[in-house]
């Protein structure tokens, strides 16, 4: 009998220990399948200079303007011409026996350094282009940015739902025994089940709005979305690099750096329209044939446009006219960059301050709401004011994460202008 029972236990042993093996496999399996995917910033940039539709149409332009520059310096060819006279004709030119043959080896020589200039007009134009991708790419990357940022900002709400919904349902238990008990009122109860349904809608809409701005994000890289959060955290107010690390050199600003290779591209083809405005000479030597005598002789030609005008004035007026507009535009667009250079830095410096200001502010307001709530239990407050006090302490708390997030906007805005990686210098990670 004693041998029966231990072989049951045995065999119930064998059956379990597979059984909790199992167990775990599954749930280490699921751990795995829920375990939420993490996008930093750096690894959005990346993905976005790796497959960003705008940026891989650029190399295909740029081999287009180097196909230009082969065509620039390219020199006129020289030509062959064969002349038949006096031949087919009557009388005494009937047949080939008065003819005249003559077999010429011609050439345009180009004066004025035409090909010099349409070399320099094709260089200027491979640099506007590089200068134009260098733009686009700052561009490309801040808008990335900013729509990382969009996401992390509603992450970072829906976090704060998430700590304003556990407080308020903490709140709701504890009015719940209180209403049992006959202490409060069955109003108390509904108000605080108002504020939690309330919360849940708004936590939904955010949600709701995150899954769309990771869609936008993920659109930066032409891929579905496959993250669940990004990194960041909006609850800390950033660092800001200082004064001297945001202080920009005009020349070194992409835009302002893209309107001087315009005016470079624009002084190039006025000098190339008015090396066009010399005209060419056309040189030929060659052999003549006469027939009715059997004798040869050389052949030498030149000859050039004769005229007191140019006859490119047209184009150089034109090209003369482009170059003075992109001078007046570089001129205004400085003055433009200054301004707004200066308009971003004083919104940045304003934005955290305020920041400054609010970060004060949260452990006042969360120290309010445990008085609020001690003293309610006391009787010394009432509902709406326990309520309002966590109100008060969620709104601050919202204040902050989009005044923090601003801060961010600002600071890709001024990389965008700059050009300047000042997310680094702020310390992004907020190490």
């Known amino acids: 009998m004693k041998q029966h029972q231990i072989n049951l236990k045995r065999a119930r042993k064998n059956q379990i220990l597979p059984g909790l093996v199992m167990g775990l496999f599954i749930f280490c399996y699921q751990g795995v399948l829920q375990a939420k995917e993490v996008l930093s910033l750096p690894k959005a940039f990346e993905q976005t200079l790796n497959f960003n539709a705008d940026l891989q149409l650029f190399p295909y332009q740029v081999r287009s303007a180097e196909a230009s520059k082969v065509q620039a310096n390219l020199k006129p060819q020289a030509k062959v011409t064969l002349e038949l006279e006096n031949a087919f004709g009557n009388g005494d030119n009937t047949g080939l026996s008065q003819s005249e043959t003559t077999l010429t080896l011609g050439q345009i020589i180009e004066l004025g350094a035409k090909r010099k200039n349409r070399l320099r007009t094709a260089d200027a134009k491979v640099d506007q282009l590089q200068k134009q991708y260098d733009l686009k790419r700052v561009d490309v990357l801040a808008e990335t940015g900013r729509r990382y940022h969009d996401v992390l900002r509603l992450q970072s709400i829906g976090d704060s739902y998430n700590r304003y919904i556990q407080r308020a349902q903490k709140a709701l238990k504890t009015i719940k025994n209180l209403a049992r008990s006959g202490s409060v009122g069955q109003a108390h109860v509904s108000k605080i089940n108002l504020e939690v349904a309330r919360a849940k809608a708004a936590q939904k809409q955010i949600s709701t709005q995150s899954s769309q701005a990771k869609r936008k994000l993920a659109m930066m890289w032409q891929d579905p979305v496959n993250f669940e959060i990004v990194e960041g955290d909006l609850t800390k107010i950033p660092t800001l690099p200082s004064q001297q690390q945001i202080a920009v050199k005009l020349?070194?600003?992409?835009?302002?750096?893209?309107?001087?290779?315009?005016?470079?591209?624009?002084?190039?083809?006025?000098?190339?329209?008015?090396?066009?405005?010399?005209?060419?000479?056309?040189?030929?030597?060659?052999?003549?044939?006469?027939?009715?005598?059997?004798?040869?002789?050389?052949?030498?030609?030149?000859?050039?446009?004769?005229?007191?005008?140019?006859?490119?004035?047209?184009?150089?007026?034109?090209?003369?006219?482009?170059?003075?507009?992109?001078?007046?535009?570089?001129?205004?667009?400085?003055?433009?960059?200054?301004?707004?250079?200066?308009?971003?830095?004083?919104?940045?410096?304003?934005?955290?301050?305020?920041?400054?200001?609010l970060q004060q502010l949260l452990p006042q307001a969360e120290q309010l709401l445990k008085q609020t709530a001690k003293g309610y239990l006391h009787g010394q407050y009432s509902i709406m004011e326990w309520v309002d006090a966590q109100k008060t302490q969620f709104e601050l708390e919202q204040e902050s994460i989009n005044t923090h997030s601003q801060i961010y906007l600002s600071l890709l805005e001024l990389e965008r202008l700059s050009g300047q990686s000042l997310l680094t210098l702020a310390g992004e990670s907020n190490e």
């Open 251 to 357: 020349e070194t600003i992409p835009l302002i750096r893209l309107q001087q290779s315009q005016v470079e591209l624009a002084q190039q083809r006025l000098q190339l329209a008015k090396a066009n405005g010399t005209n060419d000479i056309d040189v030929g030597l060659g052999v003549r044939h006469l027939a009715e005598t059997d004798d040869q002789a050389l052949v030498f030609q030149f000859s050039m446009p004769i005229g007191q005008q140019n006859p490119n004035r047209g184009n150089i007026l034109s090209a003369q006219t482009e170059y003075e507009q992109s001078q007046l535009q570089q001129s205004l667009m400085q003055k433009t960059m200054r301004l707004n250079l200066t308009e971003r830095q004083q919104r940045l410096f304003s934005d955290h301050a305020h920041a400054a200001t």
